[in-house]
């Protein structure tokens, strides 16, 4: 059997060889790029390129730095995160929403290098900590009204119509709708979404109740054709296997590795005729 350290040694690894093959990818689109262009050095110089034009990006760079030399390695496991990286490698350069803020942001960030990544987060004082290590990260507090001890009641809620009805958070009725987040939260068609996040292991944390509804609500209401990758992780706790099987429908489920959880989730507003007929869950 291996040991915690070797699983730490073995996802330490992963990371530095998944940002070496992005730092090697961008190298070789780069001498590409500029094979193909045939540019002079007056050319280069006129745009204002300077020779600067294949440096590797800093967020890279700091990336590929920072899980090399650190000591503190993402919560998720080795196969968990391969699960998400593959979807993420499909459709990246994407729209990637992240629930929380912690060691593997700066993970994600990178494995959507030229796409937007956007974290929410619960804790502003370690939005700050994390904001002066990592000030490239696009992050945004929210608060959570809800507790883990009102789940048993929030999932009857969440069976009601008001909460079935698909449409944009903002103006939903139903209690689950997460509707204080920057408005431009709502109306991005997000590609991917992550939910790791709020605090949810005791009572009185704010759980991922509403942020597990919100998900599912938003990559149904896409604007943009095409489906949403979620990723919820912690379903081995009640909270997150039940509401995950509720709003994000067994019948989306693609697979399960670990504690993560991935739904693959049609946008309902495709403009066909059985888009109103369409059920909550399939």
Same mark, same amino acid.
């Given at each position: 059997?291996?040991?915690?350290?070797? &699983?730490?040694?073995?996802?330490?690894?992963?990371?530095?060889?998944?940002?070496?093959?992005?730092?090697?990818?961008?190298? @070789?689109?780069?001498?590409?790029?500029?094979?193909?262009?045939?540019?002079?050095?007056?050319?280069?110089?006129?745009?204002?390129?300077?020779?600067?034009?294949?440096?590797?990006?800093?967020?890279?760079?700091?990336?590929?730095?920072?899980?090399?030399?650190?000591?503190?390695?993402?919560? &998720?496991?080795?196969?968990?995160?391969? @699960?998400?990286?593959?979807?993420?490698?499909?459709?990246?350069?994407?729209? =990637?929403?992240?629930?929380?803020?912690?060691?593997?942001?700066?993970?994600?960030?990178?494995?959507?290098?030229?796409?937007?990544?956007?974290?929410?987060?619960? +804790?502003?004082?370690?939005?700050?900590?994390?904001?002066?290590? =990592?000030?490239?990260?696009?992050?945004?507090?929210?608060?959570?009204?809800?507790? #883990?001890?009102?789940?048993?009641?929030?999932?009857?809620?969440?069976?009601?119509?008001?909460?079935?009805? @698909?449409?944009?958070?903002?103006?939903?009725?139903?209690?689950?709708?997460?509707?204080?987040?920057?408005?431009?939260?709502?109306?991005?068609?997000?590609?991917?979404?992550?939910? +790791?996040?709020?605090?949810?292991?005791?009572?009185?944390?704010?759980?991922?109740?509403?942020?597990?509804?919100?998900?599912?609500?938003?990559?149904?209401?896409?604007?943009?054709?095409?489906?949403?990758?979620?990723? #919820?992780?912690?379903?081995?706790?009640?909270?997150? +296997?039940?509401?995950?099987?509720?709003?994000?429908?067994?019948?989306?489920?693609?697979?399960?590795?670990?504690?993560?959880?991935? =739904? @693959?989730?049609?946008?309902?507003? +495709?403009?066909?005729?059985?888009?109103?007929?369409?059920? =909550?869950?399939?």
């Amino acid at each position: 059997m291996r040991t915690r350290t070797s &699983q730490t040694h073995e996802l330490k690894l992963l990371l530095v060889c998944l940002f070496a093959a992005l730092v090697l990818i961008f190298i @070789v689109r780069s001498t590409l790029t500029t094979s193909q262009e045939h540019q002079t050095r007056e050319e280069t110089r006129s745009k204002g390129c300077a020779g600067a034009c294949n440096k590797l990006p800093r967020s890279l760079a700091q990336a590929l730095i920072h899980y090399s030399t650190s000591v503190i390695t993402p919560q &998720q496991t080795l196969k968990e995160i391969i @699960v998400s990286s593959r979807a993420l490698e499909k459709k990246s350069p994407c729209n =990637f929403l992240v629930f929380g803020l912690g060691h593997d942001s700066l993970m994600w960030s990178s494995l959507n290098y030229g796409g937007r990544t956007v974290f929410l987060e619960e +804790d502003e004082a370690w939005i700050k900590q994390i904001k002066r290590r =990592f000030p490239m990260l696009e992050s945004y507090h929210v608060t959570y009204d809800s507790k #883990v001890n009102q789940a048993e009641n929030l999932i009857e809620v969440g069976k009601g119509p008001e909460c079935t009805a @698909v449409g944009d958070p903002r103006y939903s009725m139903c209690q689950l709708a997460l509707k204080g987040l920057p408005a431009e939260i709502y109306e991005t068609s997000w590609d991917l979404i992550m939910v +790791d996040a709020p605090t949810g292991y005791y009572d009185e944390a704010p759980g991922r109740m509403t942020a597990i509804y919100t998900a599912g609500m938003m990559a149904r209401n896409r604007k943009r054709a095409g489906e949403t990758d979620v990723f #919820v992780h912690d379903v081995n706790r009640e909270v997150e +296997d039940k509401f995950s099987k509720a709003f994000l429908c067994e019948g989306y489920m693609k697979k399960q590795e670990g504690r993560l959880r991935h =739904f @693959v989730i049609p946008t309902y507003r +495709d403009g066909s005729d059985s888009e109103s007929n369409r059920p =909550f869950c399939p």
